[in-house]
């Protein structure tokens, strides 16, 4: 069971505080910190007697584990929407999702409003600690604990803009604090270039000033560190094509010392695979029989098995689709771990009532009745979201080798591509998942697309992935979506947002 101690980053936030914060695009302050937690700001105790940051920062780390962020908006954008996943639950419930799964959302969406909301609370939060950070009135601030707030700071702030961006292209860039009423303040969005430049700055700055994760005190797991800025620094390039800075980045991530696959694929999703060694950022969740919602995420509980007395788990959305059912090779021992089958069996080796609303859910939220009993909840909100595994890392190591193309970027690529397969195929039957061995760099292409697919089937890849291979248009008519090249590729952005910035803010192509 997690400790309290552990969770002191992104779950306690030590002041409230209410700025206004406004981009004409807003209903309610972007930087909506509420107090959390039994500390505050005066006995919350700072690492080595310092940090007059933290309780800023805390903010920050809660802000990642919002509704708005990282649970139900989050699960529809990034995997509803693909191949891999149907809305669930009943016909009747949640028809924002609904729209999500079937490519009819408009600018009225409530979870698409939520989701832009919830980002630019984060990148508020982030500008905030900047601001601090600028106008410390204290003369005797370490130099270094300014560094290390601003490099997380500036972490948070790619993360929340590198989401914005791949869900709805051009965005405002606001990068310090606005201050005044809603709606005085409207910015223009900015060209996907300019965004992606202004990401790239801010996570080279927290790759360069943030620490390994080994380097940082254990009782504050989970906090940003300079693998996690390399990971999503290689993704961003790996988004935008840019194969060799990708492919330097992931190899700075393999080859620091901190990340392997010795953790089985069944247990990344347990409890115990938190925090691991497969893990490079995660949005940290925990709970208790006294506090058994509080301090933790609904990541789990928008997802959990929709049934009756101990089967009723949650609200039974982003369930796996029959195409991904279908897509596994035999034997593959990943899927047990994926999916969750009406009137199967669960990985704890209990039964799983038949007649349930769907036919499988998503088996990497699922935990034993046993936990569920001891936090007297069925609802796994002490579940840690996995926002960058190390597999990750390693398949757009992989990916963007084999785009550089040579005789030995080859040979890197079927290496990394070899050894997710062989970590995934560990007590399968022999013959599971052999070596791939092609060096032809489509057939390799190919190899590793549909590797991604499995090794984060429910996770929050797919949609993006097919979005940045140029796929996306074919894969979904082809799984039966209505979807429309050039307008689907991203969301509308709010109608709400638009009326407050009186016009400043324009559509997307096609909404």
Known sequence: MKTFLKLKFGHFVLGTLVVALTLGACQRNFLDLRTQGEYNIDNYPFPGGAGPYDQFINGAYSDLRNFDVTVQAFVGITNIRSDDADKGSTPSDGATLQEMDAFTMTPANGLINGFWLGHFRLISSANFILDRIKNDPNPNTAPSLKIDAEAQAKFFRAYAYFMMVRSFGAVPIIDSVTTGTVGSTNVPRSAPSLVYAFIEN????????????????????????????????????????????????????????????????????????????ESILEVQ??????????????????????????????????????????????????????????????????AVPAGLPNPRYNNKVSSPRSRQTQVNSR??????????????????????????????????????????????????????????TTRDQTLLRDAIHFERRIEFAMEHERFFDLVRWGTVAVVMQNHGKAFVPNKHELLPVPQVQRDLSRGVLTQNPGY
């Open 202 to 277: 801010d996570l080279r700055f927290a790759a360069a000033n943030l620490l390994q994760k080994s380097a940082y005190d254990r009782r504050f797991i989970g906090r940003i560190t300079a693998g996690a800025a390399n990971g999503l620094l290689a993704k961003v390039y790996l988004t935008q094509g840019k194969w060799a800075q990708a492919q330097a980045a992931a190899d700075l991530v393999m080859k620091s010392g901190e990340y392997d696959l010795s953790v089985s694929y069944r247990d990344i999703f347990e409890e115990a695979g938190e925090n691991s060694r």
């Open 285 to 350: 969740a925990t709970a208790d029989a006294a506090n058994p919602t509080i301090f933790g995420s609904q990541y789990s509980q928008v997802q959990g098995v929709r049934g009756a007395g101990d089967w009723n788990l949650g609200w039974g959305f982003n369930v796996p689709s029959t195409a991904l059912d279908a897509a596994y090779e035999p034997n593959d021992p990943r899927k047990a771990r994926t999916i969750l089958y009406s009137g199967g069996t669960s990985l704890y080796g209990e």
């Open 379 to 436: 609802s796994a909100f002490w579940n840690n979201v996995r926002l960058l595994r190390y597999a990750d890392v390693v398949l757009m190591y992989a990916e963007a080798s084999n785009e550089i193309g040579g005789t030995q970027n080859t040979t890197d690529a079927l290496a990394a591509l070899n050894s997710i397969r062989a970590r995934a195929r560990r007590g399968a039957v022999a013959g599971t998942l052999p070596d791939v």
